[in-house]
Nanobody, 125 residues
Framework: QVQLVESGGGSVQPGGSLRLSCAAS????????MGWFRQTPGKEREGVAY????????IYADSVKGRFTISQDNAENTLYLQMNSLKPEDTAMYYC??????????????????WGQGTQVTVSS
């Protein structure tokens, strides 16, 4: 079992920044891959970025490349998402996900095995 708790969401103007955090606990194996996903009402959940927690380059969706940075603090079992140059289209509920297998296909299909409760990000002037 994996427990994931997100925090750090809020409201920000276009061009602003936010940093999301995801505190993780439970099975290390089931947290081998961790990532950030987002969802707006009426749309499917989409992958934003993910990372292999035991090493490897982070992977980003094209829509956030160059603006968002995923990172982790293994000592604190925390995953982060630094979001810069935010746009109104980044408005969504953001979820932290974890999975033992991960990979591009599971990421793009948002088919990770464990999820947090989500944190809302609103970008508006």
């Amino acid at each position: 079992q994996v427990q994931l708790v997100e925090s750090g969401g809020g409201s920000v103007q276009p061009g602003g920044s936010l940093r999301l955090s995801c505190a993780a606990s439970g099975s290390t194996y089931n947290r081998r891959y961790m990532g950030w996903f987002r969802q707006t009402p009426g749309k499917e959940r989409e992958g934003v970025a993910y990372i292999r927690t035991d090493g490897g380059a982070p992977i980003y969706a094209d829509s956030v490349k160059g603006r968002f940075t995923i990172s982790q603090d293994n000592a604190e079992n925390t995953l982060y998402l630094q979001m810069n140059s935010l746009k109104p289209e980044d408005t969504a509920m953001y979820y932290c996900g974890a999975d033992p297998i991960g990979g591009w296909e599971r990421f793009t299909r948002a088919e990770f095995g464990s999820w947090g409760q989500g944190t809302q990000v609103t970008v508006s002037s």
